[in-house]
Structures are given as C-alpha cells and as structure tokens.
C-alpha cells in the first residue's frame, strides 16, 4: 500500500514514517518544511531497504495536491501537519485555523476527490479540556481552552461531516495524549524548540546547561505531589498506533485515545529523568498558569479492544531515549 504522510519529518511523522517503511509500505511525505529539517529524511530512511519519497510543500496547495494524486497511486493518508504550539496558536489564532482547519479541509477534499480510501488524523487530547479524567472517547467535548484545541475540534467536525456527505473515505481519529521519547537507536528525535511549552524540551535544556531551572506552574493541584499530571506516551508506541490504525480500519469514522492510561506528575518526570539519565534538575514551583488542567489521563480501552494497542513503553523509556538522541546531537556537534 503506498500511504502519503503530510509532516512526515515532523516528530511523530519521521518516527512513523520510518516504522511504515520498515514494515514494508511505500511512503511518500509532504511537508513544508515549517517546523522540521530536511535532514531528517536521512534518518528516516536509513536502515530502511526502500526509500521514503519527499514532496516540499503545502497541504494549502491544491494544485500540488492534485499533481501528488494523480502521479502516485496513494490509498492511505496519515495527515500530522499542523501547527501545535498552543502559546503560539493564542497570539496567532488565524495562522493556526488556515493552516489546520482550511489545510485539513483542503485535503479531504482532495482526497475525496481521487478516490483514497482510508484517511488517519492526528487529533489531540487537547479537545477534552477539562473533563474528568480518566478521558474515554465519548466525554464530551470539554470547553476550547485555546485556539490549538479549537483547530482539532474543527478538524474532527469537518472530517465527521465530509463522510456523512460522502461516505468516504473511511477515517479514524487518533486523540494522542502527551508524545515523547525519541527513536531508541538515536536516528530521530524531537526539535527542542524554546518556546514550544513542552516540558520535556525544558527538561532536556536544563541538563545540557542552556537554561538554569524548571519552572513548574501550580504546586497546589489536588495530586498527590501537588504537581500538575499528565499522560506521556512514547513516540514509538504512537507511531505503531497508526500502523494498528491503517491495518484496523472499519467503514465509518472512528476514534480512539493514544494514551498509556497511567498519570505521571512534573515531579516524577523529573525525578524519574535524574534517576535514568544521572542528571540534576533545578526547578522551582511557581502559581499555577491559567488555562492549566491538574490532571489528564487517558482511558485507552477502546484501542486496546478494537485495534489491538496498547503502550508498551514507559516513562523510563521515555525519559532515557529522549535524552540519548538530544546527547547524541550535541557530541555530532562537538565533532
Ligand atoms: N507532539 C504531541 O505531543 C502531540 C499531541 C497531540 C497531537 N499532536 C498532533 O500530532 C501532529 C504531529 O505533531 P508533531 O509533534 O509531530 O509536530 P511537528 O511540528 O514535529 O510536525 C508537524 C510537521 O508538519 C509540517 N507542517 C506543518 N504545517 C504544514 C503544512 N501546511 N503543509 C505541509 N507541512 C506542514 C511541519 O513542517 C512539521 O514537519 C500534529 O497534528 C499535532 O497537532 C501532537
């Protein structure tokens, strides 16, 4: 099956990319290059016997679309370009509705178009807001707590109605909770961005000396260390995710959380980071940030039944292989 991967050298999209090749399917990835490195297709195809193809491109460009579906025989579609930065989607509102919402909207219909049969989305556990936690897949949508979150709502309603309108392609919505971790040979990995809010990337800047300490806001949630608990997930276990997906899909539109099921609080994170890694990391607590949830954490029972997932990763892993290809970057730097 030859699969088209939108943001396929994107975090989620490289480690997935590289697993579908892996396993045998021809991959064809478009992405624009607006927050990944053209460098990454080398890690994605080596140790791979056949070759990812790369479009540089937007999934805005319709005529680029239609050059992609007529020229390649693509039946599948795992769309994860987007713009995810949810600081950046309060200061930026309209950047981040046409690039998710109209780009999704561009696609489907492209694929509508050409007859693709089976489309996975990227979806974020983002749309729960603040419903009580442990989140299956029919809580109810939570309020929009920021434009991000509003973007996959959207989505998720344009891909509902497009397939009651037209009842293709089949869709399944993945609703991923918290990614981490990095390929566990060190081929791939996350960019650490520094004003991307994730606490991993901060994390990782406290130990290589570029920032001095965590700030961690809210000590006073009702948790039992006080600190805010989420659920982590590593990268490689998401990336099977959409590969259960593909294998898995049912005629309709279906969604399942991606998620380990288990809390872990910022503490342990930490903790768990100094333990693994052998590295100190300074932090002080400080108020809680608005728009901030004490906890969030998946009911992955659906995949588990009816896709066969489940993580098989944990938080150790998480934090070892996230820190192994961050060292590995900065000692290929050093050379
Ligand atoms: N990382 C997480 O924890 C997380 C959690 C929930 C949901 N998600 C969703 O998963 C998907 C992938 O996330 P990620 O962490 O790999 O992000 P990422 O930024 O690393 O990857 C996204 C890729 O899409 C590309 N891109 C963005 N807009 C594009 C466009 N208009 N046309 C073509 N390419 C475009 C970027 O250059 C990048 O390579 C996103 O949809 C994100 O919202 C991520």
Redesign the pocket.
Known sequence: MKVLV??G?????SHTTHMLLKRGYKVLI???????RLETLDGINSSCENKAQFVE????DRRLLDQIFTSHDVQGVIH?????SVKESMEKPERYHL?NVE?TERLLGKCIQHGVERFVF?????IYGNSRSPVSEDAEIGEILNP?GGS?IKCEQILRNAYSLHGKPDITILR?????GAHPEGILG??MRTDDGNLMSHIIRIATGEIEKLFIYGGDYDTPDGTGIRDYIHVMDVARGHIHALEKQKRGVHIYNLGSGKGTSVLQILQSFEKVNGRRIAYEIVERREGDIGVSFADPSKAMEELGWWAELDIRDIVRDSWDYQWRLIQDMCK
């Open positions: 939108t943001g050298l994107g975090f989620i999209g478009l992405d624009n290059l607006s927050n990944s491109g937007d999934i805005l994860f370009a987007a713009l995810k690039n780009g990227s979806s974020s556990a983002a991000y996959k991923y909770f918290n990614v981490a996350e960019e």
